[in-house]
């Protein structure tokens, strides 16, 4: 089992509809990263959370330490929301940042 | 002011060489991470440094390794290269271990 796990793995949705990405940890950790690739690579950091709740315009994240929970949620998706959404975890013990395999979300216009 | 900078962005070698990828992090950040990233795949952690020494080490063999120099910027060093070496590498910079990290654009590194 791994470590970090993301649900659903991949996700086609509509314009304009809301999207909620979840993410499972099983390990101990400091804080929990949502990051952002777009197709060629480029990875961009959304939010580091250690507790509570996060939003930055359109998207939203939480995070239940006790339930090992976090979920990334976005309103009102367009298009360019269309990327690879990846959970990673902070391990503060060895200072390790965990990754999940990512959740490929497709927004149609 | 300038992101997170790697060189090259693409790179070719043949099995048995050995490569040396560089990153120049943000101006005043004190870490430096490098991940692999195979296709397909999420990235893989290999190595942090902060204030110049290894903090953390990934499950990679002996034959990557890696330095940080006094201007923070760092050095990955992969011997004997693979064909299963062949991925995007990335380098992320931070203030100190556990803060945000900001990510440079990547080596694509093939080996043939």
């Known amino acids: 089992k791994n470590e970090v796990e993301q649900s659903p793995q991949n996700l086609t949705a509509q314009e304009g509809e809301f999207i909620t990405i979840n993410c499972s940890y099983s390990v101990g950790i400091s804080a929990l990263h949502w990051l952002q690739q777009h197709p060629g690579g480029g990875i961009v950091s959304l939010f580091m959370?250690?507790?509570?709740?996060k939003k930055h315009g359109r998207l939203i994240a939480t995070i239940n330490i006790q339930e090992k929970h976090s979920s990334l949620h976005i309103t009102a998706s367009h298009p360019r929301d269309s990327a690879v959404y990846i959970c990673?975890?902070?391990?503060?013990?060895?200072?390790?940042?965990?990754w999940g395999a990512g959740t490929k979300l497709i927004i149609k216009p | 002011d300038a992101g997170v900078t790697q060189s090259p962005t693409h790179l070719i070698k043949t099995r048995g060489q050995h490569v040396t990828l560089r990153c120049s992090p943000i101006?005043?950040?004190?870490?430096v991470s490098w991940y692999q990233q195979v296709l397909g795949q999420g990235p893989q952690f290999i190595f942090q440094y902060y204030e110049k020494e290894e903090r953390g080490r990934g499950n990679f063999p002996d034959r990557f390794s890696a330095r940080q120099f006094p201007n923070y910027s760092s050095e990955l060093n992969v011997n004997a290269l693979l064909l299963g070496d062949s991925a995007l590498y990335l380098c992320a910079s931070s203030w100190s271990p556990g803060e945000t990290q900001y990510f440079g654009p990547g080596t694509r590194l093939l080996v043939l």
């Open positions: 959370l250690s507790s509570g709740k």
């Open positions: 990673a975890v902070y391990q503060n013990s060895n200072y390790q940042l965990i």
């Open positions: 101006s005043g950040h004190k870490s």
